[in-house]
């Protein structure tokens, strides 16, 4: 086992030394009860240089501003796990850009949106021009501050007003008011009748009382061979609500059932999603998915022609991305051994791959 | 193999809390640092956990009475505070910036071209790294830093053929990585 060993010359082990002024703060910290680290980087949390902020910057603007090298070696940086992290970072930087403002007096904060490639801030208040100018004046320079406080450097900051008049929601009337209440009363009732009867319920029961129809959803495990008899069930629950209930039961395969559920814990398709529509490189103009009946089906829909030269290329692209993500990152390691099929369609809807 | 030599050197109850925690730096304090920078890769996190851990001993000193070696112990407070690192937050954004700076520092040369440079230890080391943590800290425990599967299991709470398995696996995901940058040996 002699090649299991520390290297000697490695860069960063033989680095790796617990020293005296490593002795001396754990001491320190101690003494005053206060964490080194903590101590040390009072904003680790954002603590991210300019200098991240211009890699991502060049890594997702486009291969024109690559070097062949740079090219090279992010090309080997799975594409869906720089995704994962540069959401990450966008949403921090949401994060400090409202809370930045949240406190203040502006109450008509509409959205915020940011783009990191492209540096930008984007906040929309709602209110009359001057009472926008007047927030824009003071808005920018404060998140200007926060921004750059945070370490994620500078963003071109932009305020827009937000011309769309909310009128005031009316309140429910009576008569609504009361539909809303059966709904729920009946969904509960629903719920522990099905409950008390051990049927398994693979998705939320529904039920919805108005003037338009009684309805009720359930959905069951395609072996569950009670039909008739949760029929009746129903029919009786609902009976305080009225007589013409529409049921609408569903029978469920547990198993594509279960392996939905393990990718929407884990939130695969969102990143899917959002990392395809994200970099203009794949060409990605829709996106449909389907866990029933198994096997799960993917369907990416592009702006190129299925007879396009370059449509053979993008297809393994994407597919290749898609795998890789699956197969090698760390949110990916309980839906690994599910079955997937990747369509990814041309522009004239004809398969590519 | 883990022996119960590293006892040795700082005997309970013989000396002050100060003290003890003294020794136990000295002793135990690269040991730690290196074994954090097996989990997170990055020499100031490393740094900052292995502090992290001896301010950990320190406070819970009193209740170690003895019953394991300190050396295990410390082992399983340095596993579990780089565990906790890992899943923090800071820990993936800070990643993040890291890995940008290393792959901008590191333009020059195509990895196949640098691995060829290194030698083999080394470059099996880097493998090592570059595993998922559930295969990666069963590896360096047991082959690095040779403790037993016995051990390894009571530090992580699995049982012993969970270890197994994974170091199995380990082995697997190594050689086929081994195979993919053009180095094939007996791993």
């Known amino acids: ?129 001057t009472e926008v100018k007047e927030i824009e004046e003071s808005v920018i320079p404060l998140v200007n501050t926060a921004v750059k406080e945070n370490n994620f450097g500078t963003y071109k900051i932009e305020v827009i007003r937000d011309k769309t008049a909310y009128n005031k929601v009316p309140e429910d009337s009576p008569e609504v008011e009361k539909y809303i209440k059966d709904s729920a009363e009946l969904e509960k009732s629903i719920i522990a009748q099905l409950e008390k009867h051990h049927y398994d319920m ?101 702006s190129v022609k299925s007879t396009h030269s370059s449509a053979k290329e993008l297809a393994e692209k994407i597919e290749q991305e898609i795998e890789t993500f699956i197969e090698t990152d760390e949110l990916t390691k309980n839906v690994r051994n599910d079955p997937y099929e990747l369509i990814i369609l041309g522009k004239d809807k004809k398969q590519m791959n | 193999m883990f022996t119960e030599e590293t006892n040795k050197s700082v005997p309970p109850g013989s000396a002050s809390k100060d003290e003890l925690l003294t020794l136990l730096m000295e002793e135990y304090g690269d040991m730690v640092m290196r074994l954090a920078f097996t989990y997170v890769k990055q020499r100031q996190l490393a740094e900052d956990i292995s502090q992290e851990v001896f301010i950990s001993c320190y406070h819970h000193l009193d209740r170690f009475e003895n019953r394991a070696s300190y050396k295990t112990w410390i082992y399983r407070i340095t596993v579990n505070k780089c565990k906790d690192t890992l899943r923090s937050w800071t820990y993936k954004n800070i990643t993040y910036k890291d890995m940008l700076v290393s792959l901008l520092k590191s333009g020059s040369k195509s990895t196949e071209a640098q691995l060829v440079d290194r030698e083999e230890r080394e470059a099996i080391f880097e493998q090592v790294l570059n595993l998922p943590v559930k295969f990666r800290e069963v590896m360096i425990l047991f082959y690095y830093e040779e403790l037993s599967i016995q051990e390894i299991a009571e530090m992580l709470n699995l049982n012993t053929n969970t270890i197994k398995t994974r170091l199995h696996r380990g082995r697997q995901a190594l050689q086929l990585k081994m195979e993919g940058v053009g180095i094939h040996g007996t791993v």
């Open chain 1, 1 to 129: 086992m002699e090649q299991f060993k520390y290297p000697n010359q490695h860069p960063d082990l033989s680095e790796l030394h617990f020293d005296e002024k490593n002795k001396n703060q754990v001491f320190e910290a101690i003494q005053t009860g206060e964490s080194p680290v903590q101590k040390k980087k009072p904003k680790q949390k954002l603590a991210l240089t300019g200098l991240a902020a211009a890699a991502i910057f060049l890594l997702f603007i486009g291969s024109a501003y690559f070097s062949p090298t740079m090219a090279k070696v992010a090309a080997k940086i799975p594409y869906f796990s720089l995704f994962i992290q540069q959401e990450e970072y966008k949403y921090a930087l949401q994060d400090v850009v409202f809370e930045a403002i949240r406190d203040k007096k502006y109450n008509d904060l509409r959205n915020i949106e940011v783009s990191i490639p492209k540096r930008e801030i984007t906040i929309w208040f709602g209110g009359t021009k």
């Open chain 1, 202 to 302: 693979p998705f939320p029961v529904q039920a919805r009382i108005n003037d338009i129809e009684k309805y009720i959803y359930v959905a069951i495990p395609k072996t569950e061979t009670r039909i008739a008899e949760l029929e009746d069930l129903l029919r009786t629950v609902a009976k305080p609500y009225g007589d013409d209930f529409k049921l609408d039961i569903r029978k469920i395969d547990m198993a594509a059932r279960e392996q939905e559920t393990r990718w929407e814990e884990a939130g695969i398709i969102h990143i899917l999603v959002g990392g395809l529509m994200e970099n203009e490189e794949f060409k990605v103009t829709g996106f449909s998915y389907s866990f029933h009946p198994l096997p799960l089906q993917i369907k990416v829909k592009t």
